[in-house]
């Protein structure tokens, strides 16, 4: 009795599954969160380079690309993602503590608006007091911003020079 039971049990988990991510699991060392897979990648790369190492993953869904952030909890949940992950600025380097994300200007130095890597619309946004500013008429990617511990409540994002080397975070639709 007791294994025709646990028999019922396991197919009942076949079939209908424990969560969204059992039958849609994400590509391996991706997280999920509401419905997508991110990870965070810790080689400090420019902005370009950041997006195309995110190209290069795929789920059987999709391509991924540069984390694009819709709401407060998809930021919260990215954010933690570097938080929890990064090292610190390494010692004579730039003060850049961050990680890139995927909004951009897709004219070099304008002022227009920023839009997602992955053609998404820019429906929430979480910049810094004062920011974009598009300082010198460089600054044409956005990275999570974070100098101290301070920073952590905001998890605000900045616009910053695409040549920096900065670690970066993926986003990709689950298989």
Known sequence: MKLLLA?????????????ENVCCPCPQ????????????????VTWVAARDRCRDHYSLN???DLVSIH??????????????????????GPPYYGAWIG???????????????????????QWLTRQPDNHG???DCAHFWRRNAGDDILQS???????????????????
């Open 137 to 139: 008429n460089r600054e």
């Open 71 to 92: 709401t407060e909890q998809e930021n919260a949940f990215a954010y933690d993602l570097f938080r929890s992950s990064a090292g610190n600025t390494p010692s004579g």
């Open 103 to 125: 909004a951009y200007q897709s004219t070099s130095g304008s002022t227009g608006p920023f839009i997602w890597t992955d053609g998404s619309g820019l429906d929430f946004e």
């Open 29 to 44: 060392f991706w997280l999920p969160f509401n419905g997508n897979c991110y990870r965070y990648f810790g080689e400090r």
């Open 157 to 175: 994002w900045n616009d910053i020079v695409c040549g920096v080397d900065l670690p970066f975070i993926c986003k990709v639709a689950p298989n």
């Open 7 to 19: 028999s019922i049990a396991v197919l009942a988990v076949v079939v209908h599954g424990l969560d």
């Open 62 to 64: 999709g391509r991924a």
